[in-house]
């Protein structure tokens, strides 16, 4: 479900949500984001959309602060992957 890209981003950053790492493989990460039905989206904007249809307040918060909760991984390729943990 997750290209490699992807994975390999959680694989690097997931301590910055969990306290210790969750995954150790490519295989390990695909199956844990898809456990906790993380997403992959295109643009900062799908991010906001996200957090406005989960419902998470995010009134007053600029771009900046929206991209750095714990949950928001930026891949490096202009897309976000967003982990509820």
């Not at 695909?30 to 419902?55: K, R, T």
């Amino acid at each position: 479900m997750f290209d490699d890209a992807v994975l390999r981003c959680f694989l690097e950053k997931q301590e910055q949500l969990f306290p210790d790492k969750v995954a150790e493989t490519l295989e390990a990460a695909d199956d844990f984001l898809e456990e906790c039905m993380a997403v992959v989206v295109d643009s900062v904007q799908e991010v906001w959309d996200y957090f406005d249809e989960a419902g998470i307040d995010m009134e007053g918060a600029d771009e900046d602060e929206i991209l750095e909760a714990d949950e928001v991984f930026e891949i490096g390729d202009g897309r976000y992957l967003i982990v509820e943990g």
